[in-house]
């Protein structure tokens, strides 16, 4: 078994967070490194593919285990047939307060390939685990910079 842990702090609440994280379709405005079709539905089955700046990365068909608001999402998801090479992802989001969010996406592998295939790829995959975190990152406070500020109220 091996994993792969990466964490970055975001200014922006958890909530945006999870809705950058979740909103699939706009993957292309902001994250060259993953595509994902589907929905963040426990049960759900999701289409993961490489982005273009991703590098020859496998696309992978997991099934969510795990979808909670602001907090978790969690795959499982395996290359051709369960056992071979195996991998349980997973995005958490930690409130920090202040309107701050730490962000850990990390993968479990396991599986008979895990040494040979992780010997080839694994420092991609921590790579392509740190850039998206980093858009990641950009895209949840580029959000919360254009959200409208309330202004005092006057009265005419």
Known sequence: MK???TTIDIDAP???VWD????FERYPEWNDYTRIA???VEGAQLRVAPGPRAGRMPTFTPRVLRSRADYELRWLGHLYVRGLFDGEHRFTIEALGDGRSRLT???QFSGLLVGPIMHRYGEQTRANFESVNRALKRRAEGLVREEPTAGPDVAA
């Open 3 to 5: 994993t792969l842990e």
């Open 14 to 16: 958890a909530d945006i």
């Open 20 to 23: 950058v994280l979740t909103d």
């Open 38 to 40: 589907g929905e963040a």
């Open 105 to 107: 996406q990390a993968e």
